[in-house]
C-alpha cells in the first residue's frame, strides 16, 4: 500500500470515528492549525441513591438542580434537621413495628442488629469524643448496662470502643440469663474490659475518672415506671455527674412518647433507625440517628424520611435550627 492510499484510508476512517486518533493529533503539532485537544471518552451515567422520587435518575450534566437524594419533608413541628431530610419522631409502637418486620419478613437476626446498632453507637461516642479532644490523658469510658436489650447494645459498644483505642469500663449490676447477651459479656470479658462490681455513689470518684459515661441502662423496650425500680440508684447518681453522659435511644428514665419525667439529661443522643417521640425534648449538643441499615423499602413503608449519610458513615449527626 503507498502513501496515497494511507491518507485516504485515514480520511475515510475519520469521517467516521467520534474523535481524532492520537497519531493525527501529534501530527498536528509540526503544522500551522491550533492543535486541538482529543476529547476524552463519555463518562457513564452518576445514579443517584434510590428514594421515591429519583429512583433510577441520572445526575444532569451541564447545570441545574440535583434532586435531592433524600425526601425533603422536614417536618416544622420537629427541631432538628439533616442535610437533605428530617426524620420524623416514632412511637413506640412503631419502633416495634419496625423491629418486627426487620426481624420476620427481612430474617434479620437478634444478634445482627444488636452487634450493628452496637458498632453505630460506638462510632457515634467517637464523633461526639475525639480521642485527641478528650480532657483525661487516659481516654477512659464508663458504659452503664440495663438487663434488657438497650444493655446488650451497650456491651457490644464497649466492644467497640475498645477496638477504636478507648479504655472502656462496664458497669452491669443485673446480668441478663438469654444466651445472647452472655454472649456478648464473654466477648466482652476476652476483650480485658473491666467491669465494676459497683457503681460509686460518691458521683466525684465517677467524673475524675472517666471522661464520658455511656447510657444504655433503659431503651424504648422499658415500661413507664422502671426508672423507679431497681434502677432507682443508678439514674439518681448519673443525674449527678457533671461528665457528658451518651444515651443510647431512649434516655433511661424517660418515657418514650411524652420525654423526661425526672430522668437524666444526657449531652449527647444516638436514635436507633429513627428518632423515638420523646427526642422533641431532647436540649443536648448532639443527635445522632444510626439507621442506615434498613432497607429502602422498610424506609419508604414506615416513611422513615432519613437523612442523608455521607460517603460510608453509618451514623449522621443531626443539626438543631439557627
Known amino acids: 500500500m503507498n502513501n496515497r492510499s494511507i491518507v485516504q484510508l485515514y480520511i475515510t476512517a475519520q469521517s467516521f470515528s467520534p474523535g481524532p486518533l492520537p497519531g493525527p493529533c501529534l501530527a498536528r503539532k509540526a503544522t500551522a492549525t491550533p492543535r486541538r485537544a482529543c476529547p476524552s471518552p463519555a463518562l457513564p451515567l452518576l445514579i443517584l441513591p434510590r428514594s421515591p422520587s429519583n429512583r433510577g435518575r441520572p445526575l444532569p450534566r451541564n447545570g ?85 436489650q438497650n444493655g446488650a447494645i451497650g456491651l457490644v459498644c464497649a466492644r467497640h470502643l475498645r477496638v477504636f483505642d478507648y479504655e472502656p469500663t462496664i458497669f452491669y449490676p443485673k446480668r441478663s440469663l438469654d444466651p445472647l447477651y452472655r454472649d456478648f459479656t464473654t466477648q466482652c470479658e476476652k476483650m480485658d474490659i473491666p467491669f465494676l462490681s459497683y457503681l460509686p455513689t460518691e458521683v466525684q470518684l465517677i467524673n475524675d475518672a472517666y471522661n464520658a459515661v455511656v447510657d444504655a441502662v433503659l431503651g424504648a423496650e422499658a415500661e413507664l415506671g422502671e426508672g423507679r425500680g431497681p434502677c432507682a440508684g443508678i439514674l439518681a447518681t448519673l443525674k449527678h455527674v457533671r461528665i457528658p453522659i451518651v444515651s443510647l435511644d431512649v434516655p433511661s428514665g424517660w418515657d418514650v412518647e411524652a420525654g423526661s419525667s425526672g430522668g437524666i439529661s444526657p449531652d449527647v443522643l444516638v436514635s436507633l433507625m429513627a428518632p423515638k417521640q420523646c427526642a422533641r425534648r431532647f436540649l443536648g449538643r448532639q443527635h445522632f440517628v444510626a439507621g442506615r441499615f434498613v432497607p429502602y423499602d422498610v424506609q419508604k413503608k414506615f416513611e422513615l424520611n432519613p437523612p442523608d449519610y455521607p460517603g460510608t458513615e453509618c451514623v449522621v449527626a443531626l443539626r438543631a435550627p439557627q
Open 64 to 148: 441545574g438542580d440535583v434532586p435531592s437524594a433524600v425526601p425533603r419533608r422536614l417536618g416544622t413541628e420537629w427541631g432538628w434537621r439533616g442535610s437533605h431530610g428530617c426524620p420524623l419522631p416514632r412511637s413506640k409502637a412503631e419502633a416495634e413495628a419496625i423491629e418486627k418486620e426487620l426481624l420476620e419478613d427481612y430474617r434479620f437476626g437478634r444478634q445482627q442488629l444488636i452487634e450493628m446498632w452496637g458498632h453505630a453507637c460506638a462510632v457515634a461516642v467517637t464523633k461526639a469524643f475525639p480521642l485527641p479532644s478528650l480532657p483525661r490523658k487516659q481516654p477512659t469510658v464508663l458504659v452503664v448496662c440495663g438487663p434488657a
